[in-house]
């Protein structure tokens, strides 16, 4: 079993940045997908951004202002986001998927914006 450690969050007020990461309790192989996914209170888990062979996938909020990008010694996924927004308050997780199916969840780190 592979654990997945968010770190980064906090509380930013809004135009703010932030850069999350994502440590693996060890170097995860056959990864397929990784990405960040956020659960905003009373709503759904929706996902943020993915980055796989065939390129990133961004959700429409957050086109423009997040990136996520890989560390290819790690295999494991950052986010960057900037011009952060209240709406953007959740917890982000990471997500990494191996084939075969499995996929990996972090615990979680809070990402708080004020206005």
């Known amino acids: 079993q592979v654990q997945l450690v968010e770190s980064g969050g906090g509380l930013v007020q809004a135009g703010g940045s932030l850069r999350l990461s994502c440590a693996a309790s060890?170097?995860?192989?056959?990864?397929?997908?990784m990405g960040w996914y956020r659960q905003a209170p009373g709503k759904q888990r929706e996902m943020v951004a993915a980055?796989?062979?065939?390129?990133?996938n961004y959700a429409d909020s957050v086109k423009g202002r997040f990136t996520i990008s890989r560390d290819n010694a790690k295999n494991t996924p950052y986010l960057e986001m900037n011009s952060l927004k209240p709406e953007d308050t959740a917890v982000y997780y990471c997500?990494?998927?191996?084939?075969?199916?499995?996929?990996?969840w972090g615990q979680g780190t809070q990402v708080t914006v004020s206005s």
């Open positions: 980055i796989a062979s065939g390129g990133t």
């Open positions: 997500v990494i998927a191996i084939m075969g199916g499995d996929t990996y």
């Open positions: 060890r170097k995860i192989f056959t990864i397929t997908a």
